[in-house]
């Protein structure tokens, strides 16, 4: 599903982001990136929805070496990847419904379709009733329930977290975690960038920690492992 052959990355500046990274995650695997600020984790995300490039090795989605993609054939890769940031990312002048069905206007999905798969996917999410609300009206966790649904509603492969519980508080953060440990069991790959050691010690999943660009620490049924 995910995997990185001999990845590294060298920014033009000089700094070595990556080292000779190793990896395979499985189709339905849930699991924890983690490390402190300036590891790696932000770069190791822009390789994969291929917003950087490595500067050695060979990157592997669904078996497809998209090292090799074109630029013009990037936006169907990134169609099998939803992405969930920390920061939610909502457009502020469409409502629930509309931010959603916009990640299917995007690749032209039709009125028919995005009429049916909308619905369902807030209704997974539990905003069924907020649909026709703005962001404005939302608490932080509703906010995060709406890119949710929006990174889930093309149905991809794989799907990456970028610190989604950053700005929420514990108890919010937890009903996050509860809708995307339910969207994992339902076949979806879930990578989770997290300083959250609460949650990572908790769920008891892989856990993947980063240092100075290289993988130190790769376990099942892991602990987050830092302080921070």
Do not use: C
Not at 32 to 38: A, I, N, R
Not at 99 to 124: C, D, H, T, Y
């Amino acid at each position: 599903m995910i995997e990185m052959k001999n990845v590294s990355k060298k920014y033009i500046n000089g700094v070595q982001a990556l080292t000779n990274i190793n990896l395979k995650i499985e189709k339905g695997d849930f699991a924890f990136l983690v490390g402190p600020s300036g590891a790696g984790k932000s770069t190791f995300i822009k390789l994969m929805l291929k917003e950087e490039e490595p500067s050695e090795g060979m990157i592997y989605l669904d078996n497809k070496d998209i090292t090799k993609l074109s630029r013009r054939k990037t936006p169907f890769l990134r169609r099998n990847i939803g992405v969930i940031f920390q920061d939610f990312r909502l457009l502020p002048n469409k409502t629930v419904f509309e931010n959603v069905a916009f990640a299917m206007e995007i690749i032209e999905s039709s009125s028919k379709e995005i009429r049916r798969q909308v619905p369902m996917v807030l209704g997974m999410v539990g905003l069924s009733e907020r649909a026709n609300q703005y962001p404005h009206q939302l608490s932080g966790g509703e906010k995060q329930r709406v890119s949710i649904a929006r990174a889930i509603v093309n149905n991809p492969s794989i799907l990456i977290a970028d610190e989604p519980t950053g700005n929420l508080d514990p108890e919010t953060a937890w009903e996050i975690m509860k809708v995307l440990r339910q969207i994992n069991r339902r076949g979806t790959t879930i990578l989770m960038v997290t300083h959250a050691k609460d949650i990572v010690d908790v769920m008891q999943q892989r856990v993947i920690a980063l240092e100075k660009g290289r993988i130190i620490r790769d376990e099942q049924r892991g602990a987050y492992g830092y302080e921070d």
